[in-house]
């Protein structure tokens, strides 16, 4: 079974702009419970993105969060297949991925939101390969 992104991601995603501060997106994130809060131009493209791991940061609550977010934002498509989602979080070692149709954010999914697969038992591991009898074979 092929999930897609869309079926797993958040699509109320709290965002903000580069110019608001970093007190400000600190209050959003406690408000509304959330570990990230994605930067976003005016056209609502992700343009950097900031966790609550970056909060504790030595710069001013005055200042603007562009200061303080990761520019490099890892973005993955609506359509596109979890596992590609899972391969670029696993491989970047981040723990969400901004969701995109058309270059604009439309959700965000977490690694919490992977594990839905597991939990409601739509992901199934795949068995080991078994040995090749011929290369065994071919090595005595």
Do not use: F
Not at 42 to 69: N, R
Request: positive net charge; charged residues 25%.
């Amino acid at each position: 079974m092929s999930v897609k992104v869309a079926e797993l991601m958040s699509d109320a995603v709290v965002t903000t702009q580069p110019h608001k501060s970093i007190d400000h997106v600190r209050g959003m994130m406690a408000k509304s419970k959330i570990g990230a809060v994605p930067i976003v131009n005016s056209e609502g493209e992700p343009v950097g993105i900031v966790s609550s791991s970056d909060m504790v940061s030595e710069l001013k609550g005055s200042s603007p969060i562009s200061a303080l977010m990761t520019k490099k934002v890892y973005t993955v498509p609506m359509y596109d297949d979890v596992s590609i989602a899972a391969r670029v979080m696993r491989n970047h070692r981040i723990h969400r991925v901004v969701v995109t149709h058309e270059k604009k954010l439309v959700g965000i999914l977490s690694a919490y939101d992977l594990l839905k697969l597991v939990e409601e038992h739509r992901y199934v591991a795949k068995n080991p390969p078994t040995k090749s009898k011929r290369r065994a074979a071919k090595r005595q």
